[in-house]
């Protein structure tokens, strides 16, 4: 009977490895790509900066713009700018817009934090460029979205960009290369657990 499974378990792999082997053989292009992480589920940001750390860790040249965050200090951030202080790292630093409450100022400050973003889009040298919680700023127009797009279409061809956030339109998602959504399937914050240092903050 093992011998059996053996052999039936054989077959299988050799043919995934087939389609696997295929499928890479036929991506042959070599060019930065367009990521979106989105969805209502916890995870967004924690994988973007994970590809923050794969570049790193290739000795790669990493920019971050964060929009939104910025009041309390992230884990994230406290490793970034303790240990990467070579990092292009900025953030909106207005906190949350259900927070401050503030349309115009929120606007205000996403057009301030928008023209560093820019500028990191403009850099060749940037190998990595996450736009954490852009999506918010194009749901809520804080920012103009033709604009942003454009930025990002027209970016040099061997940088890589990596949005976060929620909504932000369908327009965004043409534009992206590859497009991941986390699902809300189920939080501890909503059974009464705080946020965690080192998991959630």
Not at 26 to 55: C, H, N, P, Q, Y
Not at 89 to 118: K, L, P
Not at 125 to 144: F, G, I, S, W
Request: proline fraction near 1%; charge should be neutral.
């Amino acid at each position: 009977m093992t011998d059996k499974k053996d052999a039936k378990h054989k077959n299988s792999m050799e043919k995934q490895k087939a389609k696997v082997d295929a499928n890479i053989a036929l991506a042959d292009e070599e060019r930065g790509v367009v990521i979106l992480l989105t969805g209502d589920g916890k995870g967004k940001s924690s994988s973007a900066f994970g590809m923050v750390m794969r570049s790193l860790g290739y000795g790669y040249k990493v920019a971050i713009t964060q929009f939104i965050k910025g009041q309390i200090l992230s884990g994230e951030e406290l490793f970034i700018r303790d240990k990467h202080p070579e990092v292009d790292f900025y953030q909106m630093g207005t906190g949350f817009t259900w927070d401050t409450q503030d349309r115009s100022g929120d606007i205000a400050a996403a057009e301030r934090t928008w023209e560093v973003a820019a500028k990191q889009l403009k850099d060749e040298t940037n190998h990595l460029v996450v736009l954490d919680e852009l999506t918010y700023m194009l749901a809520y127009k804080y920012l103009d979205e033709t604009m942003v797009l454009d930025a990002i279409r027209n970016r040099p061809k061997e940088q890589s960009v990596v949005m976060t956030g929620r909504g932000g339109g369908s327009a965004i998602r043409e534009l992206a290369d590859t497009v991941s959504e986390i699902n809300d399937t189920k939080h501890a914050f909503r059974a009464g657990v705080k946020a965690r240092k080192g998991v959630d903050l």
